[in-house]
């Protein structure tokens, strides 16, 4: 489990094709590596992946060919800045909002402005994750939990404060550009629930 706020921006030293997918390895930075362990999970561009091995301030991870269809992680190069955080713990602040780094889809960019010292940026999501936004509702892009402010049909808008920007690579969106998005995992869960009391009973009741 994660929040969404981004503890360091790391950058792919390599990217390895093993036994038909490939490992990924990613030089962390300022994430600090001292107290993982073999089997940790860490969010990469909001994708959950496995610590199998750690090279100094370098941790190594198989990415299945399932996550490099489905996620941005298949579009990486040496070089890629990602967005990093490790897995919450018990008793730390809860920042964000709940995330699991299952990413649910890939959408796109389809404009930013400058607002103020803000960027106003506006997303397309999969139709298929359209029902889960709602405005002033949560939302993970590239792991970073942010607040929606609108929702059109399958486009949602964000403000990007200047803090985002600097700690995150969303400071380098352009139109067109590819993102991870998971969405809120208690919309989730309501459309399950909620789902569920509509459907009529086997005895006819409700």
Same mark, same amino acid.
């Given at each position: 489990?994660?929040?969404?706020?981004?503890?360091?921006?790391?950058?792919?030293?390599?990217?390895?094709?093993? *036994?038909?997918?490939?490992?990924?390895?990613?030089?962390?930075?300022?994430?600090?590596?001292?107290?993982?362990?073999? *089997?940790? @999970?860490?969010?990469?561009?909001?994708?959950?992946?496995?610590?199998?091995?750690?090279? *100094?301030?370098?941790?190594?991870?198989d990415?299945?060919?399932?996550?490099?269809?489905?996620?941005?992680?298949? @579009?990486? &190069?040496?070089?890629?800045p990602?967005?990093?955080?490790?897995?919450?713990?018990?008793?730390?602040?809860?920042?964000?909002?709940?995330?699991?780094?299952?990413?649910?889809?890939?959408?796109?960019?389809? @404009?930013?402005?400058?607002?103020?010292?803000?960027?106003?940026? +506006?997303?397309?999501?999969?139709?298929?994750?359209?029902?889960?936004?709602?405005?002033?509702? @949560?939302?993970?892009?590239?792991?970073?939990?942010?607040?929606?402010?609108?929702?059109?049909?399958?486009?949602? *808008?964000?403000?990007?404060?200047?803090?985002?920007?600097? +700690?995150?690579?969303?400071?380098?969106?352009?139109?067109?550009?590819?993102?991870?998005l998971? &969405?809120?995992?208690?919309?989730?869960?309501?459309?399950?629930?909620?789902?569920?009391?509509?459907?009529?009973?086997?005895?006819?009741?409700?």
């Amino acid at each position: 489990m994660f929040t969404g706020i981004v503890q360091a921006v790391g950058r792919v030293i390599a990217l390895t094709p093993k *036994g038909g997918d490939v490992e990924l390895l990613v030089d962390t930075t300022t994430l600090g590596l001292e107290t993982a362990n073999i *089997g940790d @999970s860490i969010a990469v561009a909001g994708a959950c992946l496995t610590a199998t091995r750690f090279e *100094g301030t370098c941790f190594a991870a198989d990415v299945s060919n399932e996550t490099l269809a489905c996620t941005t992680l298949g @579009s990486l &190069a040496v070089g890629s800045p990602v967005n990093l955080e490790k897995a919450l713990c018990a008793g730390q602040p809860l920042g964000g909002h709940y995330v699991t780094g299952h990413v649910d889809g890939v959408g796109e960019v389809v @404009s930013t402005a400058e607002d103020g010292r803000s960027w106003r940026v +506006v997303f397309r999501v999969p139709p298929q994750l359209a029902r889960y936004l709602a405005p002033k509702g @949560s939302i993970t892009v590239e792991g970073v939990s942010l607040t929606v402010n609108e929702v059109a049909g399958d486009t949602f *808008g964000v403000n990007l404060v200047p803090h985002t920007r600097e +700690v995150t690579t969303l400071g380098a969106l352009v139109p067109g550009r590819p993102v991870n998005l998971e &969405a809120d995992i208690i919309a989730r869960y309501l459309e399950r629930l909620v789902g569920e009391r509509a459907l009529p009973r086997l005895d006819g009741n409700r």
